[in-house]
């Protein structure tokens, strides 16, 4: 898909009736073929942390009015999860990344960087 | 203020409609407060009404950063009813219908409580058995519950797509007799009204900027209006808790901010009578006639986090297709308007009626989808917690501990998601 960058700005329109999101696979889709995640600030502990820990990662949220990153997954598409840094005030889009960082690295730089970091 | 009465109707009429009075004042905010309540929705007023007639206390102040009943008390269906089964709920929405049954008498207000029943379909036998271990554990806690065969359904709810082709064959449906709806706007003057009279300020155009600590105890709210002190403080502002919590320095909460959208079509004669409720596979759907004839219905909520009360198309899409599927006489009705309120989505579904961290501030939030129908045990059972400073035995678990305990309060069964509790 050409003009996905180009096309961010616009992704939620004027009257705000349907997100768009910038899949880095597929191009711009409406947030219906997507589900929500949740929060991807959040941070599991080691299966062995303390009691205290899990239950700081599994009920506390911040619950941020405004920028935060958060998990989608292109359910009704390809099917890949992804990151988007979403405003929660006005539903803007400001950046979407795979959430799998080495396939962030293959859409960076192609199969190589995959084989030289087998190497 | 005057009592409403059908002999003040009789008598304003003779004389031009020149005898009514302001129904509440519009005061200055005082210098300090025993009790600042944050917030001046349903919970809020309900909260400082029975402050003032429960307790007592009523030095009161009511903060409203816009107008009274100007967030989710305008935005909600308006359905009211007891049908919940986890120890805790039982009781407590069970005693929020009671005192929505004498309520239009105890506020000398019309809240147009209407008892026209609460129908929640039924497609499997599977399924009759969950509702007839729910609506029997009602039975048995001092609630009502009917299970209906097919006939009775088909008698009383004659419109509902019982042909061969639905995809979701209707095989029956639990029924709350005593359950309905209200008029949302009256139930915010009504208490609104109430609470004046016993002298509570509400402040409306104020919002709270910042919260003044010294130690544990809160001194002070900075608001639009200018410092307001106060002996203690109730936080009453589901959707926003999260804002107000950070603004007293205390972290983080077991609640994510989302969204829940309603829709109303255009106005139709008589049609339907109940609330009638369609949930199942993917589905999840409520619907109502309003007074004016409108169709009132919704579904879940928009599945992401989000502050700002505006919907999105998916779900009207989504509702539209359960109406048709369940009322297929609706083809051909428009939509009016459509909406949405932010609500507290809180780990478990359940509400948080609680003391906090801080000596003098406690906690009313967590209402979920379902905060309407709570409002007047809400503010009776918030009322109780600040003026005696201990939680009533039947709010003991809507603690904000409640989960280091163990003691999730999951209707759904559906897990620390808060999404999932739409």
């Known amino acids: 898909m050409s003009g996905v960058p180009a096309r961010i700005r616009n992704c939620t329109d004027d009257i705000g009736t349907m997100i768009r999101i910038p899949c880095p696979f597929c191009g711009v889709r409406d947030h219906s073929e997507f589900v929500y995640g949740s929060d991807a600030s959040v941070e599991y502990p080691a299966l062995d942390a303390s009691a205290e820990a899990w239950l700081e990662a599994v009920f506390e949220r911040e619950n941020i009015d405004g920028v935060q990153f958060e998990t989608w997954q292109h359910l009704h598409g390809c099917r890949m999860w992804i990151v988007v840094e979403r405003d929660t005030t006005n539903h803007q889009i400001h950046s979407v990344r795979p959430a799998h960082e080495g396939i962030q690295r293959v859409l960076n730089g192609g199969a190589n960087s995959v084989q030289e970091e087998k190497q | 203020m005057s009592r409403y009465s059908a002999w003040s109707v009789f008598w304003n009429g003779l004389i031009g409609q020149k005898g009514w009075d302001r ?43 816009g107008w009274l009943g100007g967030g989710n008390a305008g935005r909600n269906t308006t359905i009211i009813r007891s049908n919940y089964m986890m120890p805790g709920n039982r009781q407590f929405y069970e005693h929020s219908l009671k005192l929505w049954e004498n309520l239009s008498h105890e506020l000398n207000f019309n809240v147009m409580f209407s008892q026209r029943a609460h129908i929640s379909l039924f497609h499997s036998p599977n399924a009759r058995d969950a509702a007839a271990r729910r609506y029997n554990t009602m039975r048995l806690t001092g609630s009502d519950g009917e299970l209906w065969d097919l006939d009775t359904l088909k008698r009383n709810v004659p419109h509902l797509n019982y042909g061969p082709n639905a995809r979701f064959p209707i095989f029956g449906a639990a029924v709350q007799p005593r359950a309905g709806t209200a008029r949302h706007d009256a139930v915010a003057w009504g208490y609104a009204r109430g609470a004046d009279r016993y002298g509570v300020d509400i402040i409306q155009n104020c919002e709270v900027t910042g919260v003044e600590r010294s130690g544990s105890q809160i001194t002070g709210l900075q608001t639009s209006r200018g410092l307001i002190r106060c002996k203690k403080v109730g936080f009453a502002v589901a959707g926003n808790t999260s804002r107000l919590w950070r603004m007293a320095e205390l972290g983080r909460l077991p609640i994510e901010s989302h969204k829940l959208q309603a829709c109303i079509s255009e106005p139709l004669k008589p049609l339907l009578d109940q609330v009638v409720v369609f949930g199942v596979g993917g589905a999840h759907f409520y619907i109502s006639q309003s007074d004016k004839g409108g169709m009132v219905f919704g579904g879940d909520i928009d599945w992401y986090k989000s502050y700002a009360q505006r919907g999105n198309l998916p779900i009207v899409q989504d509702v539209a297709e359960c109406a ?99």
């Open chain 2, 23 to 65: 129904v509440w004042r519009d005061p200055e905010p005082k210098a300090e407060y025993d009790v600042v309540i944050v917030g001046a929705g349903l919970h809020g007023l309900a909260t400082a009404y029975y402050l003032a007639k429960n307790h007592g206390v009523n030095k009161v102040a009511v903060l409203e950063k």
């Open chain 2, 324 to 422: 048709t599927s369940i009322l297929p006489c609706l083809g051909r009705v428009r939509l009016l308007r459509h909406w949405a309120g932010v609500t507290d989505m809180s780990m478990d579904g359940s509400a948080f009626i609680c003391k906090t961290p801080l000596d003098n501030l406690f906690l009313n939030a967590g209402w979920n989808y379902g905060g309407f129908k709570a409002s007047p045990a809400s503010g009776w059972f918030f009322a109780d917690l600040i003026a005696n400073d201990r939680p009533d035995p039947v709010i003991a678990n809507y603690d904000l501990q409640r989960f280091a305990r163990g003691w999730n309060i999951d209707e759904r069964g559906a897990g620390p998601d808060p999404k999932l509790h739409g």
